[in-house]
């Protein structure tokens, strides 16, 4: 079992920047592939970014791509995302999630087992 604990969200203007932390638990983080996705009020989950096991791959959904960062310190069992440049269409519950076997649709909730309960990420214009 694992358990993701976000943090770092927060109220931003348009143009700044935060870093967002996932904390997981269990010894058998470093091997899962981690992901962020966001969830708009009255809109669906959205992928946002992913990195595999080893930080050897990242992907990004084409709204972040250049403007986010995803990375990973498995030493300390953290995932990190970092959000710079913002706007306010960025505004929303941002979640990590960890997957279990390794996945070519890392885009898709589906492929997620874990997940923790989010943290809101605000830009105001």
């Known amino acids: 079992q694992v358990q993701l604990v976000e943090s770092g969200g927060g109220l931003v203007q348009a143009g700044g920047s935060l870093r967002l932390a996932c904390a997981a638990s269990?010894?058998?983080?470093?091997?899962?592939?981690m992901g962020w996705f966001r969830q708009a009020p009255g809109k669906e989950r959205e992928f946002v970014a992913a990195i595999t096991w080893d930080s050897g791959r990242t992907y990004y959904s084409d709204s972040v791509k250049g403007r986010f960062t995803i990375s990973r310190d498995n030493a300390k069992n953290t995932v990190y995302l970092q959000m710079n440049s913002l706007k306010p269409e960025d505004t929303a519950v941002y979640s990590c999630?960890?997957?279990?076997?390794?996945?070519?649709?890392?885009?898709?909730?589906?492929?997620?087992?874990?997940w923790g309960q989010g943290t809101q990420v605000t830009v105001s214009s």
């Open positions: 269990g010894r058998t983080f470093s091997s899962y592939t």
């Open positions: 999630a960890a997957a279990r076997y390794r996945t070519t649709y890392y885009y898709l909730p589906a492929s997620y087992n874990y």
